[in-house]
């Protein structure tokens, strides 16, 4: 099995990027603002001096400054200023807002405690004054004064109410079991259920402790608050449980539509099922909901990077750069961007941050060894790898990507076990690649089940189907054998008709895949022995690939095995067909180029060298030959060149003793060079009997070459040799015997040829023809977070003053966001 290309494919770098954004990487969002400011300065400047140079008659050198700086003024108001002067009016006027409330917010608490205070030294069961003096407290940050006091409150007027407020109270004290009970017993009231589901729903997303979610679910009938449904969908969302997460966060978005937390989450759900248009549309809704939350920018900036657009990421992830300064995961996705974009080292620099190396070991390391990759730092890219192994032995895109560095290193051994060991096969690539691994591994059985899982997930990636076929190839391929009966060759083809389907499917798109199933298609015929589709196959993918040496060998072999059919079927001729030698000459020319193109292969050569030599072109068939003898030491390459060898000094004998009219020294010359090339076929030959010393066909030929050339022992080494064939080749050999040893009493040399029955092209070995698809790299990783619903605690009370106080909490949270918002 091969591959038309031993390289890995990178992630798609976008090309002329000429958008802002490509630079607006290095630049902040407000160092862009400054740069259109200087813009408008600039060109206000420009204009304010052709006016006073070319409209203004006799202007001097003051009033062309004074004019060039009135124009700049008027630039900067005209473009910039009623923008900023509205901008910075109404940040300064929020800012001032949230300072003047928080203050009122400060003051009011501070007189409720007080007040409170001083009535529950008054009156120790005055209820009403517990409960004020403990929601105060919690307001003001004050946890253990307020869970006495609500304590106290519970003691005097144990009620719905109370259990609520002082559930709020534990859990402020990280008495996260206790508050789970208590909000429980309150949810099992009518009047506190609404309030004790919403807390539980706060609870959850600040102690996302599994007993106390399992304990929350043993025990709640029914959840009806949003908060709750949408920090469950969270909890199993982190712990992979996409079905459950995406109902619970369903189930939330119907109940509050508005609610930031579960589009954010649902976006998450939808990307790990590879639906990418879904999860960019739910992360588009929740970065309208919250434009200022910094995770739900930074999902969004890494999710458009993923769906194939960086450059509007680019922006998005500006924004987060900016809510969040110091966020390892903002660095870490800015750098799979600058990846996407072609700046590798960049990308490099923001994968070896310290922080984001030391937060996130084997997604920095992943794609640290991508962009090495990029670079054609194969070397350190390995070590980033095995760096990333020793902190996460199991991660599948590190064990996949290191089995592609084996690949490329020419290590299939090491691959084929990198791939298998890969556990978690939910990641397309990797189920892919391990597909893959085991068809290499001669395996097709479980990597067709492994395909069969990958499909009924829904996945319709293409190369499904291809290595589908491929499998199916490889099955059939099994069988195979060149001197099947006919029953075997009509279960072979049966089994090979399987991978027809499949791999047209391919073939027929433009996907990565189609010119490997083209040529798998292409050795199908050939496997059918229909050789003329497949050399016309094989021919018209050289058209595409001109420079691909394997398609050119192919098609010239396809020829070649087409021009022996076409001479078969004319039993009796000696000479070639018109037919059979257009076709051997249309195969040379394809071996040749297959040659010239880097196929230095034993096989190319030895087609290309009987394609020579059936052609009568002595010369190049023996420099063929002896190309495949120095890549390859067996019978077939010395028996090759012996033969030609042979013939050539048999022919040359003929030639001087038939021919009268030449000189005595003309004809010793010729005998000399016969003698020197039948002593070169004796040198193979005996190196092809070392091979396979049991062989009568090379003892026969080994005789005769020793009688032709007639030298000192010769005649004895003859006899020896044709009695050693004799003895091996039984009656078979008897006929042959006889017509050699006749050469002994003067027989015409003449008659006594060499036999070339081990002189054979060598036809395409499905196992080693069949072609794959380079292994895929598992692409840049990204890090998308979920997020829990936060909201504040929610209160129970009937009294006005502590109605008045959570009112002014919550109108400062909603002036803070406000504010955030003005401040991007």
């Not at 996407?340 to 080292?345: D, F, H, K, P, R």
Request: aromatic residues 6%; contains cysteine.
């Amino acid at each position: 099995m091969r591959t038309l290309a031993r390289r890995l494919a990178l992630p798609v770098v976008q090309e002329h990027v000429k958008d802002e954004s490509a630079w607006a990487l290095y630049l902040p969002r407000r160092g862009t603002r400054w740069l259109y400011r200087i813009l408008a300065i600039v060109i206000g400047a420009a204009a304010g001096f052709a006016y006073a140079r070319f409209v203004v008659d006799g202007a001097s050198t003051l009033w062309i400054i004074a004019i060039a700086a009135l124009g700049a003024v008027i630039g900067y108001v005209l473009v910039l200023m009623p923008a900023a002067l509205v901008a910075t009016s109404r940040r300064w006027g929020t800012s001032l807002a949230v300072r003047r409330r928080a203050s009122a917010l400060r003051r009011a608490l501070e007189r409720t405690v007080k007040s409170a205070s001083r009535s529950v030294e008054r009156h120790r069961d005055d209820h009403g004054a517990w409960e004020r003096l403990g929601i105060a407290s919690l307001l003001r940050g004050d946890g253990e004064r307020g869970a006495e006091a609500l304590d106290r409150a519970c003691e005097v007027s144990p009620n719905g109410s109370c259990l609520v407020n002082r559930s709020i109270a534990m859990a402020e004290l990280n008495e996260f079991d206790q508050a789970a009970e208590l909000l429980l017993q309150g949810v099992a009231a009518p009047a506190t259920a609404a309030a004790a589901q919403h807390n539980l729903g706060v609870l959850i997303s600040r102690c996302p402790r599994q007993t106390i979610v399992d304990g929350v679910l043993g025990k709640l009938n029914v959840v009806d608050a949003a908060s709750v449904l949408s920090n469950l969908g969270a909890i199993e969302l982190s712990q992979g449980k996409l079905d459950l997460a995406e109902r619970y966060l369903t189930k939330a978005v119907q109940d509050d539509p508005s609610a930031v937390a579960p589009h954010a989450n649902l976006a998450l759900v939808a990307y790990r099922r590879g639906r990418i248009a879904d999860a960019v549309e739910q992360l588009h809704s929740a970065s309208q909901l919250d434009p200022t939350h910094p995770t739900i920018a930074n999902n969004f900036g890494a999710m458009l990077c993923v769906a194939g657009q960086p450059l509007v990421a680019v922006r998005v992830l500006s924004r987060a750069a900016l809510l969040a300064p110091t966020s390892c995961e903002v660095e870490l996705n800015r750098g799979c961007i600058r990846l996407n974009l072609g700046q590798y080292e960049d990308a490099l620099g923001s994968f070896m941050d310290p922080v984001v190396r030391e937060e996130y070991p084997a997604i920095a390391a992943h794609n640290a060894a991508l962009a090495l990759i990029a670079l054609d730092r194969l070397e350190p890219a390995r070590n980033e790898i095995e760096w990333g192994l020793a902190r996460a032995p199991n991660d599948p895109g590190l064990l996949n990507n290191l089995g592609c560095m084996a690949w490329v290193e020419g290590d299939e051994a090491e691959m084929v076990s990198v791939m298998a060991a890969i556990s978690d096969t939910s990641e397309p690539v990797a189920a892919l690649n391990l597909a893959a691994a085991h068809i290499a591994a001669g395996k097709p059985e479980q990597a067709l089940e492994l395909l069969e899982t990958l499909r009924e997930a829904g996945n319709r990636d293409p190369l499904i189907s291809f290595y589908r076929g491929l499998a199916l190839l490889e099955q059939s391929a099994e069988l195979y054998d060149r001197r099947m009966t006919k029953g075997q060759r009509e279960q072979f083809f049966e089994a090979l008709h399987r991978c027809l389907r499949p791999f047209n499917a391919v073939a027929t798109g433009t996907s990565g895949g189609a010119i490997e199933a083209q040529m798998n298609l292409a050795l199908y015929h050939y496997l059918r022995m229909d050789y003329t589709a497949a050399a016309d196959a094989f021919i018209a993918i050289t058209r595409n690939l001109p420079d691909e040496g394997f398609a050119h060998f192919c098609g010239g072999t396809s020829l070649a095995e087409e021009a022996r059919r076409v001479q078969a079927e004319q039993p009796g001729v000696q000479d070639l067909a018109p037919k059979a030698r257009e076709l051997l000459r249309r195969a040379r020319k394809h071996l040749e180029l297959a040659v010239e193109k880097g196929e230095v292969t034993a096989d190319a050569f030895c087609n290309l060298g009987m394609c020579a030599y059936d052609l009568g072109d002595t010369e190049a068939a023996l420099n063929a030959f002896k190309r495949m003898v120095q890549l390859e030491d067996s019978v077939d390459s010395n028996n090759n060149i012996a033969i030609v060898h042979a013939r050539t000094g048999q022919e040359l004998r003929h030639s001087a003793r038939a021919a009268a009219l030449i000189s005595r020294d003309r004809e010793s010359d010729i005998l000399s060079r016969a003698g020197t090339h039948l002593s070169s076929a004796l040198h193979y030959f005996v190196q092809a009997l070392e091979h396979d010393p049991h062989d009568p066909v090379l003892h026969g030929n080994i005789g005769l070459a020793h009688m032709l050339r007639n030298r000192g022992d010769d005649v004895e080494a003859a006899l020896r040799h044709w009695q050693r064939m004799l003895a091996l080749g039984g009656a078979n050999a008897g006929k042959r015997f006889e017509e050699l040893t006749a050469l002994t009493v003067g027989g015409e040399d003449k008659r006594a040829e060499f036999d070339q029955t081990l002189m054979s092209f060598r036809s395409l070995d499905p196992r080693r023809c069949m072609v794959t698809v380079p292994p895929q790299l598992h692409g840049p990783r990204h890090v998308m977070l979920p997020i829990s619903e936060e909201t504040d605690w929610q209160f129970v009370t009937e009294d006005p003053v502590v109605r008045d106080l959570v009112r002014q909490r919550d109108r400062l949270a909603a002036l803070r966001k406000r504010l955030a918002r003005l401040s991007i």
